[in-house]
Structures are given as structure tokens and as C-alpha cells.
Nanobody, 127 residues
Framework: QVQLVESGGGLVQAGGSLRLSCGDSGRTFSNYAMGWFRQAPGKEREFVAAITWSGSNIYYADSVEGRFTISRDNAKNTVYLQMNSLKPEDTAVYYC????????????????????WGQGAQVTVSS
């Protein structure tokens, strides 16, 4: 059974940085694309960033492009989200997610593409 566990959330002032980590206890992590989504209070879950299984293709939401960086370490079964220049509107619960299918070449961006989800990590950005 796949278990994704996020860590690294917290409270930070606007303009600050945080790094989220997501560890995968399942096998064959390196065969799957990984993604990050977020959900703010009263809003729907939205796509943030995703990276293919090989790390060769990455896609970001327009709202975080240039500020956030997704990366992965297949030797550690971990995906990261480095968040810089944080804004109050980045406040949300952040979820990591694992693709439903192996070795997808294009970057999945829909929540329906992902089959396993973490429990979420709260990120709060104060103004």
C-alpha cells in the first residue's frame, strides 16, 4: 500500500521560503510522476506543480511559476517543493500526489491523473 507523507509546512512571513518534502513508502517510486496540489479554505483543490518519473519534464501553475521549484530524489523516494517569495495567497493545505500510471511521458496536471495522496501539510503565509 502506498503511503505518502508530507513534511515541512509551517508559518512564514510574506517574502519568506519553505521547503515541503513528501516521502513515498511504496515501491517503484522512480516509475511514477509526482505532483503537488493545494487547497485554501473555501476553495477547490488546485494544481501547483508536477514532475515526470524521470524528472525530465516539469510543469507549474501560472500562479507559482518562477517562485516554486519541484524536484525529486529517486534514491530517497522523495519529492520536494521549494517555495520562495511566498505570498499570503499561497496559504493553503499542500498535498503531494502520485500518478496513477507508470512512466507517463507528459506531465500530469489533473487531480484525476493521480491515484495516491498524502495527508496534507499546512502552509500559512502572514502579511
Amino acid at each position: 500500500q502506498v503511503q505518502l507523507v508530507e513534511s515541512g509546512g509551517g508559518l512564514v512571513q510574506a517574502g519568506g521560503s519553505l521547503r515541503l518534502s513528501c516521502g513515498d513508502s511504496g515501491r517503484t517510486f522512480s516509475n511514477y510522476a509526482m505532483g503537488w496540489f493545494r487547497q485554501a479554505p473555501g476553495k477547490e483543490r488546485e494544481f501547483v506543480a508536477a514532475i515526470t518519473w524521470s524528472g525530465s519534464n516539469i510543469y507549474y501553475a501560472d500562479s507559482v511559476e518562477g517562485r516554486f521549484t519541484i524536484s525529486r530524489d529517486n534514491a530517497k523516494n522523495t519529492v520536494y517543493l521549494q517555495m520562495n517569495s511566498l505570498k499570503p495567497e499561497d496559504t493553503a493545505v499542500y498535498y503531494c500526489a502520485k500518478d496513477r500510471v507508470q512512466t507517463r511521458w507528459h506531465v500530469p496536471r489533473s487531480a484525476a491523473d493521480f491515484g495516491s495522496w498524502g495527508q496534507g501539510a499546512q502552509v500559512t503565509v502572514s502579511s
